[in-house]
């Protein structure tokens, strides 16, 4: 059984940092490419960061870059997201992703989420 843990979440002041992780079990962690979207309330889920699957490339989306990291230990079977500069608008719950393609299909696996509150 497939299971993605996040832990880290919290509050905040914005201007601060705060680093997510996500441990995954129940898969092959080195096959899966490993992304950070976050749902803000009222709002549709967004892709925030992925990283490939031996972590030689990652990529971010426009409110991310330049103060989000993405990172992997596959020997750890976790994704981190290290998280600066934080904003108020970057309150939303994180959830990672694993994602791999085999057999033709897709294969997509969740987290439960962890809650990000920026506020002072």
């Known amino acids: 059984q497939v299971q993605l843990v996040e832990s880290g979440g919290g509050l905040v002041q914005p201007g601060g940092s705060l680093r997510l992780s996500c441990a995954a079990s129940?898969?092959?962690?080195?096959?899966?490419?490993m992304r950070w979207f976050r749902q803000a309330p009222g709002k549709e889920r967004e892709l925030v960061a992925f990283i490939t699957t031996l972590g030689s490339r990652a990529e971010y989306a426009d409110s991310a870059k330049g103060r989000f990291i993405i990172s992997r230990d596959n020997a750890k079977n976790t994704v981190y997201l290290q998280m600066n500069s934080l904003k108020v608008e970057d309150t939303a719950v994180y959830y990672c992703?694993?994602?791999?393609?085999?057999?033709?299909?897709?294969?997509?696996?969740w987290g439960q989420g962890t809650q990000l509150t920026v506020s002072s």
């Open positions: 129940g898969l092959t962690f080195s096959n899966y490419a």
């Open positions: 992703n694993a994602r791999s393609f085999s057999g033709a299909t897709w294969w997509d696996y």
